[in-house]
């Protein structure tokens, strides 16, 4: 249940085409169903602005089937995260419409289009990091942003960066996904006046420990205006800069 629905069916309520009694027993999901395995929140739409996603990794295909099927029966884009081939393959034999992003190990369930909103810009520091630059784009095209991606953009060849700052200086909100050493973010963060938020990345050599050495020197940033999620997390990241994009175009 989301805005939209719940709007519909108080309006269908008010023109009388629809019992009170009737618009209650639609409403009993409310406020999540239970699966046995998952209690599928079908309310958070209503509460945070968009539907559950299903993070896959450590659930069968035969689990992520169920609980988007369910959310799916619901919402519209519902987002399955670090999606296999071998999940996606299940979702759409399963019926459930739905759109796969190898890149970003997304699948989206009902996938309807939108017009995105804003400007969330995705600058990422090398091309080993744009799987985990894809998982925040696709996240925040999903959710209804406008996004451009900046990749192939890190402070070994600075120019590559400079020579974006016109699109950097327009966004609401940017996305740093960096490995190695993490600088990206802090060098984005000292161009612009916008909130930054760092992705550290698990890529790099022995030293940088899976990330973490990504993951300590942006949260030791100079920078002021730039906060930090954790090591991967794209979709983090994305949810975080959907929410400061559209407060600052005034749709919220």
């Known amino acids: 249940m989301d805005v939209e629905r719940l709007r519909g069916l108080l309006d269908e309520v008010r023109q009388g085409r629809l019992t009170v009694e009737a618009a ?10 239970d699966l046995g395995f998952a209690r599928v929140d079908l309310h958070r739409a209503l509460r945070a602005g968009a539907p559950e996603a299903v993070f896959c990794l450590g659930k069968t295909p035969e689990q992520v089937v ?6 799916a029966e619901e919402h519209a884009n519902v987002l399955a995260t670090r999606a296999t081939p071998e999940i996606h393959a299940a979702v759409a034999a399963a019926g459930i419409p ?20 804003g400007l969330i810009v995705v600058v990422s520091a090398g091309t080993a990091d744009q799987p985990v630059a894809e998982e925040a784009a696709v996240t925040a095209e999903v959710l209804g942003n406008r996004v451009e991606r900046i990749y192939d953009a890190g402070v070994a060849g600075l120019h590559r960066l400079l020579a974006q700052h016109p699109l950097l200086a327009e966004a609401n909100a940017i996305v740093a996904v960096a490995g190695m050493e993490g ?32 993951l300590l020197a942006m949260l030791s940033s ?5 906060s ?4 991967d997390n794209g ?18």
Do not use: M
């Open 24 to 33: 209650l027993e639609r409403l009993k999901g409310l406020p999540f169903a």
């Open 66 to 71: 169920a609980i988007l099927r369910r959310l």
């Open 98 to 117: 739905c759109r796969y992003y190898p890149e970003a190990r997304i699948v989206v369930a009902n996938p309807r289009p939108q017009d995105g909103v």
């Open 183 to 214: 600088a990206l973010a802090s060098v984005v963060g000292g161009l612009v006046d916008r909130p930054v938020i760092a992705v550290p990345t698990s890529v790099g050599y022995g030293a940088s420990f899976g990330g973490l050495a990504a």
């Open 222 to 226: 100079c920078v002021p205006g730039v």
């Open 228 to 231: 930090v999620v954790n090591i």
């Open 235 to 252: 979709f983090g990241a994305a949810c975080q800069a959907d929410r400061i994009n559209k407060l600052a175009v005034k749709i919220r």
